[in-house]
């Protein structure tokens, strides 16, 4: 019998595409051990925004939600999203930080490490994969992602070959990121053929989003292509800039015929949980009923959910919404001039805001931000395309030459982890503490000085109790 598995995404795609990824634990832990016992492919539960969101806005210690999900979750894959040599922040870090920082992964509790590079420059994952090999447990596994974006120098035979490279490299599986849900019924169609005719029987996923309305579509297709994994969310926080529902694909793959392996009463059960708290979110305004509609307009300009909502409250914030139609037309001119990259994190925020910057001054690349002259520099990676010559010359000048950001990236000097130990000093208690210094370092410091607080005070309760 034919089988296609689902990833649940509900604790981090889902939340963080629709609620801007504000879901505390506390709020999911009552459910978890009933998916445990759902039968999902894996549950994608840690990375991407979660991280940063845990320290900046829920005062959480992201290594602990990772360790009570392993606690109760014992059965199932659990699942991350890895930037890179970004790992899961906006810049590239060291090789000696991105091992470190996938040894800890581990350590605490993940399996599957989705690795992508915005630009798919593959050494830009190189590291993270070595790393995922050399600390990998029974049930890790490295998966080869590739961000997926349309533009001419984005062909299929292009994507082939670099799945190609991704299996000689030595990943697992590989996965296909269609960010912006752009990718057509009939591009899944060719993509998926073509791929699994050049990898053989090693695991295909699909990662899409419904933001364009076309997802339902795009994945009927991909299981009629051979699709083997796809990425899908408990109904109540699917759909809009989210995934595909669960119980939905579920329903669909068994009139196919196609054994996907779940439990039709615990995956129900699952989304009973998740209805009130969508209410919840709903209502306390965190849920923005934007979020759950279609948006069409992503298939002109290519633009993920999440950077359109991104885009919005800047604006909002600025009193220059009336540049909204402007901003939006600009992004894919900066977009080709930068060479094509996918707009995906950190490109996708580094195009918007040079997007909005150009419109709001009127004139294209009088400014430039810090981080687009370090990609026009090439620190970022090699681009897909050609960046406009105009751009580099105002960059590198007449006879500049790009920069091999691996140069940067292997210095293996224990510096950051030396900075670390000096700045947080006896609020540090264990190396996790240091990796989420070096990773979002503000952040991290007032929350360990929050925990530290918090003790004190516990303790002084104790001895007054006693
Ligand atoms: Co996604």
Redesign the pocket.
């Known amino acids: 019998m034919k089988k296609v598995q689902l990833t649940e995404t509900v604790l981090r795609?889902a939340q963080q595409?629709l609620i801007a990824t504000r879901m505390p634990y506390a709020d999911y832990e009552g459910i978890l051990s009933e998916m445990d016992k759902a039968g999902y492919y894996s549950i994608e539960c840690w990375g991407g925004a979660t991280f940063d969101s845990c320290l900046r806005y829920l005062n959480e210690d992201p290594w602990e939600r990772l360790r009570n999900l392993r606690k109760n979750l014992p059965n199932t894959r659990l699942q991350m999203l890895l930037r890179g040599q970004n790992l899961l922040g906006y810049k590239h870090y060291h090789d000696d930080v991105v091992e470190k920082f996938i040894e800890l992964s581990i350590k605490n509790g993940i399996d599957v490490i989705r690795i992508f590079d915005a630009l798919n420059d593959f050494r830009n994952i190189k590291t993270a994969l070595e790393a995922t090999q050399k600390y990998a447990k029974e049930r890790t596994i490295a998966s080869g992602c590739i961000s997926y974006t349309q533009s001419p120098v984005h062909t299929v035979d292009k994507y082939i070959e670099m799945c190609k490279e991704l299996k000689t490299m030595g990943f697992q599986t590989i996965c296909l990121?269609d960010?912006a849900g752009t990718m057509s019924p009939y591009e899944a169609e060719h993509l998926i053929k073509g791929i699994k005719d050049a990898i053989g029987d090693m695991t295909l996923i699909l990662?899409t989003?419904c933001t364009t309305g076309m997802a339902y579509m795009t994945l009927t297709k991909a299981i009629e292509s051979g699709i083997d994994v796809i990425d899908c969310a408990a109904s109540a926080f699917s759909g809009g800039t989210s995934q595909p529902s669960t119980e939905t694909m579920f329903y669909a793959l068994q009139q196919y015929g196609i054994d996907c392996g779940l439990d039709e009463k615990v995956i129900n059960t699952v989304n009973d949980f998740f209805k009130p708290l969508k209410q919840k979110y709903i209502d306390n305004g965190q849920l923005n009923p934007k979020s759950m509609g279609t948006d069409a307009q992503a298939l002109v300009y290519k633009v993920p959910g999440g950077m359109l909502s991104n885009m919005i409250a800047n604006l909002t914030d600025m009193h220059a919404m009336d540049k909204f139609d402007a901003a939006l037309a600009e992004i894919p001119k900066v977009r080709e001039d930068l060479g094509f990259p996918p707009l995906v994190t950190p490109l996708s925020q580094m195009v918007g805001n040079q997007a909005v910057t150009n419109v709001l001054i009127g004139e294209r690349y009088k400014n430039i931000s810090k981080e687009v002259k370090n990609y026009i520099k090439g620190e970022y990676g090699i681009a897909p395309g050609q960046i406009s010559p105009e751009l580099l010359v105002k960059i590198l000048g007449e006879d500049g030459k790009p920069v091999d950001c691996r140069e940067e990236d292997s210095k293996r000097t224990g510096q950051e982890f030396a900075d670390a130990k000096e700045a947080l000093g006896d609020l540090c208690r264990c190396e996790e503490d240091i990796m989420s210094y070096i990773c979002y370092p503000d952040q991290t410091l007032k929350f360990l000085k929050n925990r530290k607080a918090q003790e004190e005070n516990e303790a002084v309760y104790t001895i007054e109790a006693m």
């Open positions: 795609d595409s990121k960010m990662h989003h």
